[in-house]
């Protein structure tokens, strides 16, 4: 077993001529070559036809579309990189990459590649010798259901250790996620309050202003549950909802949110309202008769001591009126209203941006100038600059070259993710049809509960200090 301080020594990714390694990896290899993090053999696998050159053109152009090139880490690139073309299933591509590890002894394989190609590449790696001390990353979605999810599992563990898988979920590798899981244990007036006793509820909304954009085939095997809530959003609850790990470490921030995920009540169908945005039908790739959602609002029970009897709502769609992700944490109204004989009690709230600005900001009620007691609510807002910080991709290969699973997903929790979703996969109602640029179908107002309704992200990061309005709060 490669041991977790120990550092990967060749790079190789499978689809190397795909879209992923056009879009995300190579702008990755690029930042981490000018950071002097990528001083190792980097190997492309792909059965396209093509020759080392042809790759070497791909990588200019994905670093040209991305807008990133810098031509002396370019030149690293192109130095480094080796191209190996052939056949999954054939077990002369696998003596061919084990010629080209030549003294690596640690090599990352990066598995870019449909999941049904996983054990085909699993098992031609071991049989070649190539998985020996070696890690593999593999890309969501880590099966479709709870079944598919243990068979995946399975397949990966005969090859690699658990140690030495990193299941990769770029959302975990934002700046802004990882803040909230910073400012949540960072700051010490917040414990405090951070629990059943004074929290009301809480809503994650991760809006979409666009549909599937040409990529009809493969929404029609997801969802919009499968796509984002049992991945990017349990996720994102699951650093609001945590309890502080024991140590820094990435077992003991795995075993918080893994206890995390089992307090999750599994979903019933009264909890879940999907939709679909008109037209999306007619897209290609889409049958005439789909009942795939675009999308789902959903309450979430988590049945663990600090959070018994608090709600939480999540929602998502294509088609919505912006593209946002944003957290609203809502208080309790204060236990006496003292001013009520002049205005309505109204709680105070956290909210978070967490894309596509970064935003952490908490309501606060103060008096408004002049001889009467009346209040209004006003923002306390922290804004961070995102221009220089590392992408995702960039952070999440770097650290699995180092071996920190810190900002990655083991098997058990991705089980028990999918335990909390499975029983409403595929539900035989049909759904609501919302219109494009709405904030869904009407039905999911029935859903917010313990609330004043469902808080809808402004356009901007924080409406320039504005306030959400108690109507949507």
Not at 65 to 94: K, W
Not at 321 to 334: F, G, M, N, Q, R
């Amino acid at each position: 077993m490669t041991p977790a301080t120990s550092r990967s020594d060749a790079f190789v990714f499978f689809g190397a001529t795909g879209d992923l390694a056009y879009k995300k990896i190579f702008p990755a290899l690029q930042a981490l070559l000018k950071d002097g993090e990528l001083d190792m053999p980097i190997i492309g696998i792909a059965k396209a036809g093509w020759s080392l050159d042809q790759l070497k053109a791909r990588a200019r152009e994905s670093l040209e579309h991305a807008g990133t090139v810098d031509e002396d880490a370019y030149a690293r690139l192109c130095r480094q990189l080796q191209y190996i073309d052939g056949d999954y299933a054939d077990d002369t591509t696998y003596a061919q990459l084990r010629e080209a590890l030549r003294d690596a002894r640690r090599p990352l394989h990066y598995l870019a590649i449909p999941p049904s190609l996983f054990p085909t590449v699993v098992q031609g790696l071991a049989e070649a010798g190539c998985a020996r001390d070696a890690r593999v990353v593999v890309e969501k979605p880590f099966g479709r259901d709870l079944s598919s999810a243990r068979a995946l599992n399975r397949v990966l563990h005969s090859a690699f250790d658990e140690s030495a898988i990193f299941r990769i979920d770029h959302y975990l590798g934002k700046e802004a996620v990882q803040n909230l899981l910073y400012f949540r244990f960072a700051n010490t007036f917040l414990e405090p309050v951070w629990n059943r006793d004074y929290v009301q509820s809480v809503q994650i909304t991760m809006a979409e202003d666009f549909g599937v954009q040409g990529r009809g085939a493969f929404y029609e095997e997801a969802g919009a549950i499968r796509d984002v809530v049992q991945n990017h959003l349990l996720q994102v609850t699951a650093l609001l909802a945590m309890d502080a790990p024991v140590g820094h470490d990435a077992a003991s921030l795995q075993a918080e949110k893994l206890r995390l995920f089992r307090g999750m009540r599994p979903l019933r169908p009264e909890d879940v309202v999907r939709g679909q945005f008109d037209g999306y039908r007619d897209e290609h790739g889409v049958a005439d008769d789909s009942n795939v959602e675009t999308f789902a609002a959903l309450r979430l029970h988590i049945d663990t001591w600090r959070w018994a009897g608090v709600p939480f709502y999540i929602r998502t769609g294509k088609c919505l009126p912006v593209t946002a992700t944003e957290i609203l944490v809502d208080l309790k109204v204060p236990p006496l209203a003292i001013f009520d004989t002049i205005e309505p009690p109204q709680s105070n709230y956290f909210r978070f941006r967490l894309s596509p600005e970064v935003v952490i900001s908490a309501s606060t009620r103060v008096k408004q100038p002049g001889a009467e007691m009346r209040g209004q609510s006003v923002e306390l807002v922290a804004r961070r600059d995102t221009a220089d910080q590392q992408t995702p991709y960039e952070r999440l290969l770097g650290d699995a070259m180092r071996g920190d699973a810190t900002l990655f997903t083991s098997d058990a929790s991705v089980e028990a993710a999918w335990a909390v979703v499975d029983p409403v996969l595929d539900l035989p109602e049909p759904v609501h049809t919302y219109r494009s640029g709405s904030w869904g179908p009407d039905a999911a107002a029935a859903l917010v509960t313990d609330c004043d309704g469902w808080h809808d992200p402004a356009p901007d990061a924080a409406g320039a200090g504005s306030v959400p309005s108690p109507a949507k709060r």
